[in-house]
Every structure is written in C-alpha cells, then in structure tokens.
C-alpha cells in the first residue's frame, strides 16, 4: 500500500513562487509514473506535472516554463511553482500510478490559492 501526504499549499500573489511537497510511504515496485494534479472549483482534475522511473517528465501546456517536478529521495517528490497566475488556483493533488497493474494513489490535496 503506498500513502501519499501533501504539503507547501498556501495564498500567494500572482507572481510569486510555491514549492508543494509529497512525501511518500510504502514500497513502489515495477514501473511507475509520479505526478501532480490540480482540480479547481467546478473543473474536471487535470495532470499538471508527470516523471517516470527513467526520469522523463511531462508538462501540461499551461504550465511549462514554470513549473518543475523533481524527485529527492527515493520518498518526496516536489512541484516547484513560479510564476504564479490566478488560474493556477487550485487543490493539488500527488499521484501515483503503478504500470504493472494499474492501481493508482492519491494524496489528499493542498490547496493553492494565488491572488491577482
């Protein structure tokens, strides 16, 4: 069983930087991808940032050029979040999605909010 724990939500202002934190428990075998979602109010959750176990990332069109996923030990997994725009308000959520036999994990969610 694989848990996931989100943190570094919060109020920003359109502009500013958020680093958001998965800290992960339970043991990942086979292949995987890791990521983060968003879902704001009254929309469907939409992927924002993916990495696989060889590393490779992708970024969805609103994002790229300013958010970063990265990966620490073998247990966090960060979104590194600049540049912030009011359309970025959202609750994300980190996820894991486990190839070999389709299961997937979700966090709880933090919550981002950035003002105009």
């Known amino acids: 069983q694989v848990q996931l724990v989100e943190s570094g939500g919060g109020l920003v202002q359109a502009g500013g930087s958020l680093r958001l934190s998965c800290t992960k428990s339970?043991?990942?075998?086979?292949?995987?991808?890791r990521g983060w979602y968003r879902q704001a109010p009254g929309k469907q959750r939409e992927p924002v940032a993916t990495?696989?176990?060889?590393?490779?990332t992708t970024y969805a069109d609103s994002v790229k050029g300013r958010f970063t996923i990265t990966e620490g030990s073998p247990n966090e997994m960060y979104l590194q979040m600049n540049s912030l725009k009011p359309e970025d308000t959202a609750v994300y959520y980190c996820?894991?999605?486990?190839?070999?036999?389709?299961?997937?994990?979700w966090g709880q969610g933090t919550q981002v909010t950035v003002s105009s």
């Open positions: 996820n894991v999605y486990l190839v070999v036999d389709g299961r997937e994990f």
């Open positions: 339970g043991s990942i075998f086979g292949f995987s991808t």
């Open positions: 990495i696989d176990s060889r590393g490779s």
